[in-house]
Protein backbone atom coordinates (compact mmCIF):
# COMPACT_ATOMS: atom_id res chain seq x y z
CA UNK A 1 0.00 0.00 0.00
CA UNK A 2 1.09 3.26 -1.02
CA UNK A 3 1.16 6.83 0.99
CA UNK A 4 2.63 10.12 0.31
CA UNK A 5 5.91 10.23 2.51
CA UNK A 6 9.08 12.70 2.13
CA UNK A 7 12.36 12.00 0.83
CA UNK A 8 13.83 11.82 4.28
CA UNK A 9 11.03 9.81 5.90
CA UNK A 10 11.73 6.91 2.64
CA UNK A 11 15.25 6.71 3.86
CA UNK A 12 14.24 6.48 7.67
CA UNK A 13 11.88 3.67 6.70
CA UNK A 14 14.57 1.86 4.26
CA UNK A 15 16.71 1.66 7.45
CA UNK A 16 14.63 0.90 10.12
CA UNK A 17 12.72 -2.11 8.15
CA UNK A 18 16.62 -3.50 6.55
CA UNK A 19 17.47 -3.46 10.55
CA UNK A 20 13.99 -4.90 12.00
CA UNK A 21 14.86 -7.75 9.16
CA UNK A 22 18.69 -8.35 9.26
CA UNK A 23 20.47 -7.95 13.08
CA UNK A 24 24.07 -7.41 10.82
CA UNK A 25 22.98 -4.14 9.81
CA UNK A 26 24.69 -1.20 11.75
CA UNK A 27 23.94 2.33 11.87
CA UNK A 28 26.90 4.96 12.95
CA UNK A 29 27.74 8.45 12.51
CA UNK A 30 28.68 11.88 14.13
CA UNK A 31 25.08 12.86 16.21
CA UNK A 32 23.26 9.88 15.41
CA UNK A 33 22.46 9.35 19.06
CA UNK A 34 23.22 13.18 19.93
CA UNK A 35 20.74 14.89 21.86
CA UNK A 36 19.46 11.54 23.78
CA UNK A 37 18.56 11.86 27.33
CA UNK A 38 19.15 15.60 27.24
CA UNK A 39 16.29 17.71 29.06
CA UNK A 40 13.33 17.71 26.66
CA UNK A 41 14.22 15.65 24.43
CA UNK A 42 13.32 12.09 24.51
CA UNK A 43 14.89 11.00 21.14
CA UNK A 44 18.40 11.30 19.35
CA UNK A 45 19.14 14.00 16.63
CA UNK A 46 19.61 11.67 14.13
CA UNK A 47 22.57 13.07 12.52
CA UNK A 48 22.64 16.63 11.35
CA UNK A 49 19.26 16.97 9.15
CA UNK A 50 17.52 13.72 11.55
CA UNK A 51 17.34 11.34 8.90
CA UNK A 52 17.53 8.17 11.50
CA UNK A 53 16.04 10.00 14.03
CA UNK A 54 13.75 7.19 15.84
CA UNK A 55 16.38 4.33 14.92
CA UNK A 56 18.26 4.81 18.41
CA UNK A 57 14.99 3.92 20.60
CA UNK A 58 14.35 0.77 18.74
CA UNK A 59 18.06 -0.34 18.29
CA UNK A 60 20.13 1.15 20.78
CA UNK A 61 22.75 -1.10 20.52
CA UNK A 62 22.97 -0.97 16.65
CA UNK A 63 22.93 2.72 16.12
CA UNK A 64 26.39 4.66 17.28
CA UNK A 65 27.83 7.98 17.98
CA UNK A 66 31.35 8.49 16.51
CA UNK A 67 33.75 10.93 17.40
CA UNK A 68 34.63 13.73 14.42
CA UNK A 69 36.86 12.03 13.08
CA UNK A 70 35.51 10.80 9.01
CA UNK A 71 38.96 8.80 8.96
CA UNK A 72 38.53 6.93 11.40
CA UNK A 73 34.34 5.74 11.58
CA UNK A 74 34.39 5.25 7.83
CA UNK A 75 37.29 3.16 8.17
CA UNK A 76 35.72 0.96 10.96
CA UNK A 77 32.96 0.56 8.40
CA UNK A 78 34.95 -0.95 5.76
CA UNK A 79 36.59 -3.07 8.53
CA UNK A 80 33.26 -3.79 9.86
CA UNK A 81 31.87 -5.18 6.74
CA UNK A 82 34.71 -7.32 5.75
CA UNK A 83 34.02 -9.06 9.58
CA UNK A 84 29.94 -9.73 8.16
CA UNK A 85 28.79 -6.90 9.51
CA UNK A 86 26.48 -5.10 7.23
CA UNK A 87 27.41 -1.07 8.63
CA UNK A 88 25.51 1.96 7.08
CA UNK A 89 27.53 5.14 7.79
CA UNK A 90 26.84 8.59 7.78
CA UNK A 91 29.54 11.15 5.99
CA UNK A 92 28.22 13.85 6.94
CA UNK A 93 28.78 15.93 3.93
CA UNK A 94 30.28 14.80 0.52
CA UNK A 95 32.69 17.48 1.04
CA UNK A 96 34.16 15.87 3.61
CA UNK A 97 35.44 12.78 1.86
CA UNK A 98 38.93 14.97 1.66
CA UNK A 99 39.89 12.98 5.07
CA UNK A 100 38.67 9.68 4.36
CA UNK A 101 38.47 8.87 0.70
CA UNK A 102 41.31 6.42 1.33
CA UNK A 103 39.43 4.00 3.32
CA UNK A 104 37.20 4.06 0.67
CA UNK A 105 38.58 3.98 -2.96
CA UNK A 106 41.91 2.34 -2.29
CA UNK A 107 40.71 -0.37 0.72
CA UNK A 108 37.18 -1.18 0.76
CA UNK A 109 36.54 -0.16 -3.10
CA UNK A 110 39.19 -2.88 -3.42
CA UNK A 111 39.20 -5.47 -1.10
CA UNK A 112 37.07 -7.72 -3.34
CA UNK A 113 39.22 -7.55 -6.14
CA UNK A 114 42.88 -7.84 -4.49
CA UNK A 115 41.25 -11.14 -2.25
CA UNK A 116 40.46 -13.00 -5.41
CA UNK A 117 36.55 -12.67 -4.50
CA UNK A 118 36.77 -13.74 -0.95
CA UNK A 119 36.56 -10.29 0.82
CA UNK A 120 33.07 -9.04 0.74
CA UNK A 121 32.58 -4.93 1.68
CA UNK A 122 28.70 -4.49 2.07
CA UNK A 123 29.29 -1.18 3.40
CA UNK A 124 26.59 2.14 2.57
CA UNK A 125 28.21 5.08 3.23
CA UNK A 126 25.22 8.15 3.06
CA UNK A 127 26.25 11.36 2.36
CA UNK A 128 24.57 14.66 1.56
CA UNK A 129 25.14 16.39 -1.88
CA UNK A 130 24.03 19.44 -3.56
CA UNK A 131 23.39 23.30 -3.22
CA UNK A 132 20.51 25.49 -2.31
CA UNK A 133 20.14 25.40 1.33
CA UNK A 134 22.87 28.82 2.05
CA UNK A 135 25.83 25.98 3.16
CA UNK A 136 28.77 27.38 1.28
CA UNK A 137 31.29 25.80 -0.99
CA UNK A 138 32.69 23.32 1.78
CA UNK A 139 29.01 22.09 2.23
CA UNK A 140 27.44 22.31 -1.40
CA UNK A 141 28.97 20.43 -3.99
CA UNK A 142 27.69 17.74 -5.89
CA UNK A 143 31.20 14.96 -6.36
CA UNK A 144 28.93 11.76 -7.55
CA UNK A 145 31.22 11.87 -10.53
CA UNK A 146 34.53 11.39 -7.97
CA UNK A 147 32.90 8.28 -6.68
CA UNK A 148 31.68 6.94 -10.05
CA UNK A 149 35.17 6.73 -11.68
CA UNK A 150 36.26 4.37 -8.94
CA UNK A 151 35.71 0.90 -9.80
CA UNK A 152 34.94 -1.32 -6.82
CA UNK A 153 31.84 1.74 -6.08
CA UNK A 154 28.27 1.54 -6.45
CA UNK A 155 26.95 4.75 -6.26
CA UNK A 156 23.26 5.74 -6.23
CA UNK A 157 21.69 9.01 -6.65
CA UNK A 158 17.90 8.81 -6.27
CA UNK A 159 15.70 11.82 -7.42
CA UNK A 160 12.53 11.40 -5.84
CA UNK A 161 11.00 9.62 -2.25
CA UNK A 162 9.84 6.28 -3.99
CA UNK A 163 13.91 5.58 -5.60
CA UNK A 164 15.34 6.48 -2.16
CA UNK A 165 13.58 3.93 -0.26
CA UNK A 166 13.81 1.65 -2.89
CA UNK A 167 17.77 2.14 -4.08
CA UNK A 168 18.27 2.44 -0.25
CA UNK A 169 17.09 -1.28 0.73
CA UNK A 170 19.63 -2.69 -2.43
CA UNK A 171 22.22 -0.63 -1.09
CA UNK A 172 21.87 -2.30 2.32
CA UNK A 173 21.46 -5.97 0.31
CA UNK A 174 24.10 -5.64 -1.52
CA UNK A 175 27.28 -7.08 -1.19
CA UNK A 176 29.98 -3.92 -2.80
CA UNK A 177 30.49 -0.57 -0.96
CA UNK A 178 27.80 1.74 -2.20
CA UNK A 179 27.76 5.50 -2.16
CA UNK A 180 24.64 6.77 -1.20
CA UNK A 181 23.94 10.57 -2.28
CA UNK A 182 21.38 12.08 -0.83
CA UNK A 183 20.39 15.95 -1.98
CA UNK A 184 19.58 18.06 1.10
CA UNK A 185 17.34 19.78 -1.21
CA UNK A 186 15.07 16.95 -1.46
CA UNK A 187 14.42 16.07 1.91
CA UNK A 188 11.17 17.15 2.21
CA UNK A 189 10.25 16.65 -1.45
CA UNK A 190 7.22 14.36 -1.10
CA UNK A 191 5.81 11.54 -3.49
CA UNK A 192 4.06 7.62 -3.28
CA UNK A 193 5.86 5.26 -1.25
CA UNK A 194 4.62 1.70 -0.45
CA UNK A 195 4.69 0.92 3.24
CA UNK A 196 5.96 -2.56 2.75
CA UNK A 197 10.09 -3.44 1.91
CA UNK A 198 10.65 -3.29 -1.67
CA UNK A 199 14.18 -2.83 -3.85
CA UNK A 200 15.39 -0.91 -7.17
CA UNK A 201 18.00 -2.99 -9.01
CA UNK A 202 21.34 -0.42 -9.77
CA UNK A 203 21.97 -0.17 -12.75
CA UNK A 204 18.83 0.17 -14.35
CA UNK A 205 17.10 3.70 -15.29
CA UNK A 206 13.85 4.92 -15.58
CA UNK A 207 12.35 6.91 -18.24
CA UNK A 208 10.52 9.13 -16.32
CA UNK A 209 8.72 10.67 -18.97
CA UNK A 210 8.35 10.05 -22.75
CA UNK A 211 9.10 12.05 -25.48
CA UNK A 212 10.14 11.77 -29.36
CA UNK A 213 11.97 15.27 -29.81
CA UNK A 214 14.84 15.76 -27.34
CA UNK A 215 15.91 13.35 -24.85
CA UNK A 216 17.23 14.66 -20.89
CA UNK A 217 19.10 12.68 -18.99
CA UNK A 218 19.01 14.60 -15.52
CA UNK A 219 20.94 13.36 -12.07
CA UNK A 220 19.26 13.17 -8.96
CA UNK A 221 17.51 17.12 -7.76
CA UNK A 222 17.77 17.83 -11.44
CA UNK A 223 15.09 15.57 -12.53
CA UNK A 224 12.76 17.77 -11.35
CA UNK A 225 14.44 20.73 -13.51
CA UNK A 226 13.88 18.43 -16.18
CA UNK A 227 10.08 18.09 -15.44
CA UNK A 228 10.06 21.44 -14.86
CA UNK A 229 11.33 22.51 -18.41
CA UNK A 230 9.36 19.98 -20.33
CA UNK A 231 6.26 21.00 -18.87
CA UNK A 232 6.93 24.68 -20.41
CA UNK A 233 8.24 23.15 -23.83
CA UNK A 234 5.23 20.96 -24.18
CA UNK A 235 3.31 24.15 -25.21
CA UNK A 236 5.92 25.19 -27.60
CA UNK A 237 5.27 21.85 -29.30
CA UNK A 238 8.80 20.47 -28.20
CA UNK A 239 8.58 16.74 -27.03
CA UNK A 240 11.28 15.77 -24.17
CA UNK A 241 11.90 12.62 -23.21
CA UNK A 242 14.03 12.49 -19.32
CA UNK A 243 15.56 9.68 -18.27
CA UNK A 244 16.54 9.04 -15.17
CA UNK A 245 19.50 7.61 -14.49
CA UNK A 246 18.91 6.43 -10.72
CA UNK A 247 22.42 4.93 -10.41
CA UNK A 248 26.29 5.94 -11.70
CA UNK A 249 27.78 3.15 -10.99
CA UNK A 250 26.33 1.10 -12.91
CA UNK A 251 25.52 3.53 -15.54
CA UNK A 252 22.21 2.24 -17.89
CA UNK A 253 23.91 3.41 -20.87
CA UNK A 254 21.79 1.14 -22.93
CA UNK A 255 18.43 2.77 -21.66
CA UNK A 256 20.27 6.32 -23.16
CA UNK A 257 21.08 5.28 -25.93
CA UNK A 258 18.06 3.53 -27.31
CA UNK A 259 16.15 7.16 -26.16
CA UNK A 260 18.88 9.15 -28.52
CA UNK A 261 18.71 6.97 -31.02
CA UNK A 262 14.60 7.53 -31.11
CA UNK A 263 15.05 11.28 -30.68
CA UNK A 264 18.40 12.13 -32.35
CA UNK A 265 19.07 14.71 -29.67
CA UNK A 266 20.46 15.07 -26.48
CA UNK A 267 21.02 17.09 -23.49
CA UNK A 268 22.53 15.98 -19.66
CA UNK A 269 21.87 18.04 -16.75
CA UNK A 270 24.70 17.38 -14.29
CA UNK A 271 24.66 19.35 -10.97
CA UNK A 272 28.58 18.52 -10.65
CA UNK A 273 30.89 21.24 -12.21
CA UNK A 274 31.46 20.27 -15.66
CA UNK A 275 35.28 19.16 -16.45
CA UNK A 276 35.11 15.18 -15.84
CA UNK A 277 31.44 15.18 -14.83
CA UNK A 278 28.40 12.81 -15.53
CA UNK A 279 27.44 14.54 -18.08
CA UNK A 280 31.17 14.60 -19.87
CA UNK A 281 31.26 10.80 -19.58
CA UNK A 282 27.17 10.80 -20.95
CA UNK A 283 28.64 12.94 -23.83
CA UNK A 284 31.22 10.75 -24.42
CA UNK A 285 29.90 7.48 -24.47
CA UNK A 286 26.85 8.58 -27.19
CA UNK A 287 29.23 10.04 -29.21
CA UNK A 288 31.76 7.02 -28.91
CA UNK A 289 28.38 4.42 -29.60
CA UNK A 290 25.99 6.19 -31.30
CA UNK A 291 26.99 9.57 -33.28
CA UNK A 292 25.52 8.31 -36.04
CA UNK A 293 21.95 9.04 -34.52
CA UNK A 294 22.43 11.88 -33.40
CA UNK A 295 21.35 14.91 -35.33
CA UNK A 296 22.54 18.02 -33.48
CA UNK A 297 25.08 18.92 -31.10
CA UNK A 298 25.05 17.35 -27.46
CA UNK A 299 24.28 20.11 -24.85
CA UNK A 300 25.51 19.84 -21.06
CA UNK A 301 23.94 21.64 -18.47
CA UNK A 302 25.79 22.09 -15.48
CA UNK A 303 27.00 24.05 -12.79
CA UNK A 304 30.18 26.22 -13.76
CA UNK A 305 33.18 25.31 -12.96
CA UNK A 306 33.51 26.92 -9.82
CA UNK A 307 33.35 25.98 -5.82
CA UNK A 308 29.41 26.55 -4.92
CA UNK A 309 29.19 30.22 -3.82
CA UNK A 310 27.62 31.42 -0.63
CA UNK A 311 25.96 34.49 -1.95
CA UNK A 312 22.33 33.67 -2.20
CA UNK A 313 21.83 35.69 -6.03
CA UNK A 314 24.85 33.61 -6.68
CA UNK A 315 23.99 29.93 -5.50
CA UNK A 316 20.62 30.17 -7.40
CA UNK A 317 22.50 31.42 -10.30
CA UNK A 318 25.18 28.21 -9.73
CA UNK A 319 22.48 25.51 -10.13
CA UNK A 320 21.14 24.12 -12.96
CA UNK A 321 17.41 25.72 -13.60
CA UNK A 322 14.44 24.72 -15.44
CA UNK A 323 15.41 27.87 -17.54
CA UNK A 324 18.33 26.73 -18.86
CA UNK A 325 17.38 23.39 -19.71
CA UNK A 326 14.52 24.72 -21.71
CA UNK A 327 16.83 27.08 -23.66
CA UNK A 328 19.36 23.51 -23.98
CA UNK A 329 16.72 21.91 -25.34
CA UNK A 330 15.49 24.44 -27.71
CA UNK A 331 19.18 24.73 -29.37
CA UNK A 332 19.46 21.32 -29.84
CA UNK A 333 15.62 20.74 -31.09
CA UNK A 334 16.36 24.00 -33.50
CA UNK A 335 14.17 24.48 -36.72
CA UNK A 336 13.67 20.67 -37.19
CA UNK A 337 11.21 20.42 -34.07
CA UNK A 338 8.93 23.33 -34.77
CA UNK A 339 8.72 22.38 -38.65
Known amino acids: MAREITYLQAINEALAQEMERDPTVVVFGEDNVGGSGAPGEDD ?23 PISESAFIGAAMGAAASGLRPVAELMFVDFMGVCFDQIYNQGAKFRYMFGGRANVPVVIRTMYGAGLRAAAQHSQALYPLFTHVPGLKVAVPSNPYDAKGLMIEAIRDDDPVIFFENKVLYQATGDVPEEPYTLPFGEAEIVREGSDVTVVAVGRMVSMAEQAAEVLDGEGIDVEIVDPRTTSPLDLETIFESVEE ?21 AQVVQERFDALKAPIRMVTAPHTPPPFSSVLEDAYIPSADRVAAAVRDVAGAAVAS
Open 44 to 66: AWGGVLGVTKGLFGKYPDRVLDT
Open 263 to 283: TGRLVIVDESNPRCSLAADIS
